[in-house]
């Protein structure tokens, strides 16, 4: 009759010989040449699955503020709808799917007739004079008041800050929102009604379209300057 105790020995032993078999094997293995790629490969695998459990974890605690219905302008607590309607903008997602983004090409508007259908109010009712631009991290653009035209801007690419004179505004006399580096943002600024664009981002350019509905000349009194001194 076999003994229980001799052969759990036996397995144990010639299991503890495998283990060690296998570990001279691999010290061998990792002393050529050809191991650095395959390690490196690992290194590699371990990094991505690392990042992808990074991302997936952003993904679960974003803010909740931000909207997750992308079929309707997004809104932020901070930024909220009464800011946006005080500042005379209304914002969308960049990401399809969204009202401005019907495929996955990315997104594609009119200014005049989306601004008109989201109830911006006092825009350009036509594009008789059409500029677009960049405003690179840090930089100003607009902080000035136009007297003959009304406009209506496109903005894009980084986070910015656009702000509209409002005199219903206690204490300030304007409005000013925030636009989010994924957000697509239409706004209108009635004829004597001053507003600036700035680029507060770190690192990325935004953009922006101004369509005004009639020719400007800069260099006469139609227009003020400088408006706003802490810009």
């Known amino acids: 009759m076999a003994n229980p105790r001799r052969n759990s020995q036996s397995s144990e032993n010639q299991f503890h010989s495998q283990s060690i078999q296998f570990s001279s094997s691999l010290v061998h293995f990792l002393k050529k040449p050809h191991a650095f790629p395959f390690l490196l490969s690992i290194l590699l695998l371990l990094t991505w699955v690392s990042l992808r459990l990074q991302h997936s974890s952003y993904l679960s605690s974003a803010p909740s503020h931000i909207s997750k219905d992308k079929d309707k302008p997004l809104t932020h607590k901070k930024w909220s709808q009464l800011s946006d309607s005080s500042a005379n903008v209304i914002r969308f997602s960049s990401g399809f799917p969204s009202r401005i983004a019907k495929d996955k090409r990315g997104w594609l508007l009119d200014p005049i007739s989306l601004a008109l259908d989201s109830g911006i109010s006092g825009g350009a009712v036509g594009c008789v004079s059409i500029h677009l631009g960049e405003i690179q991290p840090g930089g100003l653009r607009g902080n000035h008041r136009h007297h003959t035209c009304?406009?209506?801007?496109?903005?894009?690419?980084?986070?910015?800050?656009?702000?509209?004179e409002n005199h219903q505004v206690d204490g300030k006399g304007y409005a000013e929102v925030t636009i989010g580096a994924d957000e697509v943002a239409v706004a209108g600024s009635?004829?004597?009604?001053?507003?600036?664009?700035?680029?507060?981002?770190?690192?990325?350019?935004?953009?922006?379209?101004?369509?005004?509905?009639?020719?400007?000349?800069?260099?006469?009194?139609?227009?003020?300057?400088?408006?706003w001194k802490n810009l």
């Open 150 to 164: 009304n406009e209506t801007f496109v903005i894009w690419g980084a986070e910015t800050k656009f702000r509209l």
């Open 190 to 227: 009635p004829s004597g009604t001053a507003h600036a664009l700035i680029n507060i981002d770190p690192v990325r350019s935004s953009y922006f379209i101004g369509c005004q509905d009639s020719i400007i000349n800069y260099n006469s009194s139609s227009t003020d300057f400088n408006v």
